[in-house]
């Protein structure tokens, strides 16, 4: 999951680091910090390098905060890629005149007619900018969260059209204009009572109604729907024939 920015860093064992294992995770954070993303001053840095101490995960929830990571120490994959996306971003920075006439080998020998090509086809979703952006758009739209960060994305597409557009506001906020109705001309069928639960049970009887007049018009709209389908049929003259 890690190689391709391990490698870029030049971690000495990219293909074999495991996050899992909590010493090897930890000496990666503190060797990450010293050697690459260096937001700490080198005297700030020993809490962090006391990787026996118990408080260590106190200290790494603190760096996460500290580097503006968008991730908590809980969701230990997704921070480790946006730590590797950082330090990956720095060393382009600290080293920009070694790589910036470096062209990646999937673009040698793309045409210019790329250039054309909708913008979402040529996304990074391994990008830690852009899963933190998905991340953040989901949880402030209350979507459930999917392994898959591009899932996610189409699920806030597809809200943002159906809920947030201008006419999806405008129609949302239109109030419907209801008829009075007098309570006593509607016979509730029993007696509770209690006239104030009397009263209560025949409102929520009528709402009851009016919701069951909506749900008989969708149905009705979808029979004449598939009606209209069934009754202009597509035939293709060609295919018949009279006799033998």
């Not at 080198?42 to 809490?47: F, K, L, V």
């Not at 390098?49 to 994959?77: A, G």
């Not at 054309?116 to 991340?135: C, H, S, W, Y």
């Not at 029993?190 to 109604?209: C, P, Y």
Request: aromatic residues 8%; charged residues 30%; proline residues 3%.
């Amino acid at each position: 999951m890690f190689r391709r920015k391990l490698t870029v860093l030049d971690y000495h064992n990219p293909a074999g680091f495991n996050c899992k294992d909590e010493t090897e995770f930890r000496n990666f954070i503190v060797w990450l910090e010293d050697q690459k993303i260096r937001h700490y001053k080198i005297e700030d840095r020993g809490n962090l390098r006391n990787i026996r101490s118990s408080d260590w995960p106190k200290f790494f929830e603190k760096y996460l905060r500290d580097v503006n990571c968008p991730f908590k120490i809980q969701e230990r994959q997704e921070a480790i890629d946006w730590l590797l996306g950082l330090a990956v971003r720095l060393e382009y920075g600290d080293n920009a005149e070694k790589y910036k006439d470096l062209v990646p080998d999937n673009r040698k020998n793309t045409d210019n007619t790329a250039k054309n090509v909708e913008p979402l086809i040529n996304l990074d979703v391994n990008n830690p900018d852009f899963k933190a952006g998905v991340m953040a758009l989901a949880n402030l739209l209350q979507i459930q969260r999917h392994d898959d960060y591009l899932v996610m994305l189409k699920a806030i597409r597809i809200l943002v059209q159906e809920r947030l557009t201008q006419d999806a506001v405008a129609k949302a906020n239109q109030t419907k204009e209801g008829l009075p109705v007098a309570l006593d001309k509607h016979i509730l069928g029993f007696d509770t009572g209690d006239a104030v639960l009397n009263e209560a049970a025949q409102i929520l009887r009528l709402l009851h109604i009016e919701e069951l007049r909506e749900l008989q018009t969708k149905i009705n709209e979808a029979i004449v729907a598939v009606q209209a389908i069934i009754a202009d049929p597509k035939t293709d003259h060609r295919l018949g024939k009279v006799g033998r």
